[in-house]
């Protein structure tokens, strides 16, 4: 019976831990870095998608990594491009790189720590092994 109650009780341990590491705030830099995977994900979604206006394809390239200082740059210049404003999905798209710009710019200034400057990367991303 000692061993039972031994194995119910490191269960109920592993439980509680697992609950509790879910339940930490985020920090500014995970929230840096989910935002900048959903943008890159609604991004490549509008590129596929066929019911959208044609000056999609046009846009800017929008692969975001988080730890490069040119994603300041790329974010900048896709918030700022004056076409498909009247297609919904790339006002909200702008929206949320208008967000994270200033997530990055204002709140997260010195939490951020960029290993690159190398903008040729944004244009050219070497996928993931998860991709």
């Known amino acids: ?55 999609v394809e046009t846009l800017p390239r929008l692969y975001l990594d988080i730890h490069n200082y040119c994603v300041l740059a790329r974010l900048r210049e896709f918030v700022a491009y004056p076409r498909c404003d009247t297609v919904l999905e790339v006002s909200e798209l702008k929206e949320k790189a208008r967000s994270l710009y200033t997530i990055m710019i204002s709140y997260c200034r ?16 070497i996928p993931s092994p998860t991709e």
């Open 1 to 55: 019976k000692l061993p039972t109650m031994k194995m119910l009780l490191s269960l109920i341990a592993l439980v509680s831990a697992a609950l509790l590491a879910n339940a930490a705030p985020p920090t500014c830099y995970s929230r840096v870095l989910s935002l900048s995977k959903e943008i890159t994900e609604s991004f490549k979604e509008l590129q596929t998608s066929k019911s959208v206006d044609l000056c």
């Open 110 to 125: 010195r939490d951020l720590v960029f290993l690159t400057d190398d903008c040729n990367a944004l244009e050219n991303p």
